[in-house]
């Protein structure tokens, strides 16, 4: 949503399996007015194959990498593969399989002239350090009151916090698209809502007074907005606009860059606490959190060795 702008969604994105909801209905049929939803609901249907990219480059570990060389080294890869109810949408309550037949992955590689290669020997092979941001995804059990959720025992230097609530009724279904969130709206008659929230990294808030989502919406869409903008070398613009920030992907983002850090530098508690209208009316919901904190990659020489520490 942050990344790709709309004349970039309407071509080359497409190869990467993207295809913009425009609502929440989940028809198929030739009259769905949610043409995103349509188009993977067509690719799962009558043994298509669809051949699309996953660009290593925008997570953020490899993203540090863009002007940096890698001694000779081993990378292993865990790739998990979401469950065929998350990503087919059908209305017929027929089940559906997704195969993956082939997984390629593509790397480019540099050959060295003689005097490039004695300048790597010389120069490269050395101890090295540089920071990323590590993603995480904690996920909450399901529950319908408020209160408190507990993120994380342990983390160290968090810089940005994304916070969304989701109806347990999206989880594991061929008929709901599990990416649409309930944020702002819980049980989506606009009765049940969060009113209030805010974050605890250790033992500070931040922000220090509750963050009003009534109140705040527009100021956290645009602190949503200029996450990304401070670093988009992508393309321009966005898709996410305010109407379908406040009906389709309300997202909570909160700014922890200049929270003062442990002196110890030990990892510490974070916890997110909030209240809600009517907590009584609220279906059973799973609070989601993205946490992007800030790790060093270090390159140390043992020996005519170098190892990861």
């Given amino acids: 949503?942050?990344?790709?702008?709309?004349?970039?969604?309407?071509?080359?994105?497409?190869?990467?399996?993207?295809?913009?909801?425009?609502?929440?209905?989940?028809?198929?049929?030739?009259?769905?007015?949610?043409?995103?939803?349509r188009q993977r609901a067509l690719l799962s249907h009558g043994n298509q194959t669809v051949e699309a990219i996953i660009p290593l480059n925008r997570y953020a570990c490899f993203e540090s990498l863009s002007d940096r060389l890698l001694p000779p080294m081993q990378l292993e890869f865990e790739i998990e593969l979401q469950d065929d109810r998350e990503m087919i949408f059908q209305n017929d309550g027929t089940a559906g399989r997704i195969v993956v037949?082939?997984?390629?992955?593509?790397?480019?590689?540099?050959h060295f002239t003689g005097k490039g290669l004695t300048l790597v020997n010389e120069n490269f092979l050395q101890p090295t350090a540089w920071k990323y941001m590590k993603e995480t995804l904690h996920v909450g059990g399901a529950r319908r009151v408020d209160g408190l959720y507990f993120i994380t025992p342990g983390v160290k230097k968090p810089?940005?916090?994304?916070?969304?609530?989701?109806?347990?009724?999206?989880?594991?279904?061929?008929?709901?698209?599990?990416?649409?969130?309930?944020?702002?709206?819980?049980?989506?008659?606009?009765?049940?809502?969060?009113?209030?929230?805010?974050?605890?990294?250790?033992t500070s808030f931040y922000p220090e007074t509750d963050y009003t989502t009534n109140k705040y919406i527009m100021r956290n869409y645009n602190d949503l907005i200029n996450f990304r903008y401070r670093k988009n070398d992508y393309n321009s613009g966005v898709q996410l606009h305010f109407a379908n920030?406040?009906?389709?992907?309300?997202?909570?983002?909160?700014?922890?860059?200049?929270?003062?850090?442990s002196k110890t530098n030990d990892p510490e508690k974070f916890e997110f606490h909030f209240t809600l209208n009517k907590p009584a009316n609220a279906p059973h919901f799973i609070i989601y959190a993205a946490v992007l904190n800030e790790e060093e990659f270090v390159l140390k020489k043992l020996g005519n060795e170098l190892v990861v520490v």
């Fill in 1 to 37: 949503m942050l990344d790709f702008s709309d004349d970039y969604s309407r071509s080359v994105a497409k190869t990467q399996f993207w295809y913009l909801d425009t609502d929440a209905t989940t028809v198929t049929d030739n009259n769905a007015t949610n043409l995103g939803m």
């Fill in 101 to 110: 037949r082939d997984f390629v992955l593509w790397v480019p590689q540099l």
């Fill in 159 to 202: 810089k940005h916090v994304f916070v969304f609530f989701q109806q347990t009724r999206k989880k594991d279904t061929y008929t709901q698209n599990p990416y649409l969130f309930d944020t702002f709206d819980i049980d989506g008659d606009d009765s049940a809502k969060l009113v209030s929230c805010h974050p605890e990294y250790g």
């Fill in 245 to 261: 920030f406040k009906k389709l992907y309300p997202v909570i983002y909160f700014d922890l860059r200049n929270v003062e850090e």
